[in-house]
């Protein structure tokens, strides 16, 4: 497997933001997924396949207070036409791109703004929510060549990045019942920490009776992230995903996916996973690995829709997009989530959907023919209450 540093991203941003927002995080194999990495512009190799660009960058009149923005916008098309998963779609969003900055579309936009104006130009064509520019008001580092590796440094800083946002956790909790509470809300490229930390979460929670994942604030992350935390639930070498390459046609399969031993028990309590609209991207496949192996029961609402894995590409010193330079196959159903989103097993309202988990893993508790009477009284007790809660107050039971 390779080194953590060198892995694709597969979400745009990194767990901080709505499936809208901006999108960042990356490294070669860890893809997109990744939402709290919104500052973290990182990138990965380019898979480019590189076309004639000279249409993407006509002679423009000099319009001094006009010709950087005209100029971010022909570097955007450039990078959809050299990496973006469809070429064909990506050589139609240039051009849409190209004709605008020639009105004069874009001028007078600056920063952010031109940052907004250029994403909803591209996903008018595309409709692909992780295409995505984003501007910064520091000097971006250099794009590193196609394959390399990020350095001591690099690593070190994103090391911290990570510490600091707690590897993606965000509550772990043991529920009365017997019910395992574990919100996760990024998967950050994978490595010996991350490892650490996820395996210490699930193994906390690994003895309960039923389990609730939560990713309705998940915005994405690592593919081999998802593989570490689905291997509890998972035997080993169980195939998750696949990664087809760029191409029109019927695009050959680039990179796969698969549980592997964990330290711990392999969990077959029931799994109950919670879902929003604001699940996206590797949340998404998280979700979908579970429902297309039948492994647990997908509470919520539709997802955001996102399934193309792909690297942030710099356009200059200020501006970045992220190009989706694959899509997602599942080895199951032969398709993805990519514009439809994943749908729920049992659909609810998304402040609804943990106490709807709750109360279903409560129900099943109940069945027990086991139960002594002090148990299923204690469980009755706790079971007429549970629709009443909120998710705070069940998280302070």
């Given at each position: 497997?390779?080194?953590?540093?060198?892995?694709?991203?597969?979400?745009?941003?990194?767990?901080?933001?709505?499936?809208?927002?901006?999108?960042?995080?990356?490294?070669?194999?860890?893809?997109?997924?990744?939402?709290?990495m919104n500052r973290l512009p990182a990138f990965a190799r380019s898979l480019a396949l590189?076309?004639?660009?000279?249409?993407?960058?006509?002679?423009?009149?000099?319009?001094?207070?006009?010709?950087?923005?005209?100029?971010?916008?022909?570097?955007?098309?450039?990078?959809?036409?050299?990496?973006?998963?469809?070429?064909?779609?990506?050589?139609?969003?240039?051009?849409?791109?190209?004709?605008?900055?020639?009105?004069?579309?874009?001028?007078?936009?600056?920063?952010?703004?031109?940052?907004?104006?250029?994403?909803?130009?591209?996903?008018?064509?595309?409709?692909?929510?992780?295409?995505?520019?984003?501007?910064?008001?520091?000097?971006?580092?250099?794009?590193?060549?196609?394959?390399?590796?990020?350095?001591?440094?690099?690593?070190?800083?994103?090391?911290?990045?990570?510490?600091?946002?707690?590897?993606?956790?965000?509550?772990?909790?043991?529920?009365?019942?017997?019910?395992?509470?574990?919100?996760?809300?990024?998967?950050?490229?994978?490595?010996?920490?991350?490892?650490?930390?996820?395996?210490?979460?699930?193994?906390?929670?690994?003895?309960?009776?039923?389990?609730?994942?939560?990713?309705?604030?998940?915005?994405?992350?690592?593919?081999?992230?998802?593989?570490?935390?689905?291997?509890?639930?998972?035997?080993?070498?169980?195939?998750?995903?696949?990664?087809?390459?760029?191409?029109?046609?019927?695009?050959?399969?680039?990179?796969?996916?698969?549980?592997?031993?964990?330290?711990?028990?392999?969990?077959?309590?029931?799994?109950?996973?919670?879902?929003?609209?604001?699940?996206?991207?590797?949340?998404?496949?998280?979700?979908?690995?579970?429902?297309?192996?039948?492994?647990?029961?997908?509470?919520?609402?539709?997802?955001?829709?996102?399934?193309?894995?792909?690297?942030?590409?710099?356009?200059?010193?200020?501006?970045?997009?992220?190009?989706?330079?694959?899509?997602?196959?599942?080895?199951?159903?032969?398709?993805?989530?990519?514009?439809?989103?994943?749908?729920?097993?049992?659909?609810?309202?998304?402040?609804?959907?943990?106490?709807?988990?709750?109360?279903?893993?409560?129900?099943?508790?109940?069945?027990?023919?086991?139960l002594t009477a002090a148990q299923r009284d204690g469980l009755q007790q706790l079971r007429?209450?549970?629709?009443?809660?909120?998710?705070?107050?069940?998280?302070?039971?």
């Amino acid at each position: 497997m390779p080194d953590a540093s060198s892995r694709r991203t597969r979400s745009a941003t990194a767990l901080a933001v709505s499936p809208t927002a901006s999108h960042a995080m990356s490294s070669p194999r860890s893809r997109g997924i990744l939402r709290f990495m919104n500052r973290l512009p990182a990138f990965a190799r380019s898979l480019a396949l590189l076309t004639p660009l000279a249409l993407l960058a006509p002679s423009l009149p000099a319009h001094a207070a006009d010709d950087a923005a005209r100029a971010v916008a022909a570097g955007a098309g450039r990078k959809l036409v050299e990496s973006y998963v469809y070429p064909a779609r990506a050589n139609d969003a240039a051009e849409v791109l190209r004709r605008n900055a020639a009105s004069g579309a874009y001028d007078g936009l600056k920063e952010a703004a031109l940052a907004t104006r250029l994403t909803a130009d591209i996903y008018a064509v595309l409709h692909d929510k992780h295409v995505n520019l984003r501007y910064s008001a520091e000097i971006n580092p250099p794009e590193p060549s196609a394959g390399a590796t990020p350095g001591p440094a690099a690593r070190a800083a994103q090391l911290k990045r990570m510490r600091q946002i707690g590897y993606g956790l965000g509550r772990v909790a043991h529920l009365p019942g017997n019910i395992g509470y574990l919100d996760v809300r990024g998967f950050p490229a994978a490595g010996d920490e991350l490892d650490t930390v996820f395996d210490g979460a699930v193994n906390s929670i690994a003895y309960s009776d039923a389990i609730v994942l939560d990713l309705r604030r998940n915005h994405g992350g690592s593919p081999d992230s998802i593989a570490r935390l689905l291997s509890h639930f998972l035997a080993p070498k169980t195939h998750l995903n696949d990664f087809v390459g760029r191409g029109d046609g019927d695009a050959k399969v680039t990179e796969s996916t698969y549980t592997a031993a964990v330290p711990g028990p392999l969990i077959t309590a029931p799994l109950y996973v919670l879902i929003s609209s604001e699940t996206f991207s590797g949340g998404e496949e998280c979700a979908y690995d579970v429902q297309a192996l039948k492994r647990g029961t997908l509470i919520g609402a539709v997802t955001g829709g996102g399934a193309n894995p792909g690297e942030t590409r710099r356009i200059d010193d200020h501006f970045l997009i992220f190009v989706p330079s694959e899509r997602a196959r599942n080895p199951i159903t032969k398709t993805n989530w990519e514009g439809v989103g994943v749908k729920p097993d049992v659909e609810v309202p998304r402040e609804r959907a943990l106490i709807a988990a709750y109360g279903i893993a409560v129900d099943a508790k109940l069945r027990d023919a086991s139960l002594t009477a002090a148990q299923r009284d204690g469980l009755q007790q706790l079971r007429a209450k549970i629709d009443t809660l909120t998710d705070a107050d069940i998280l302070a039971l």
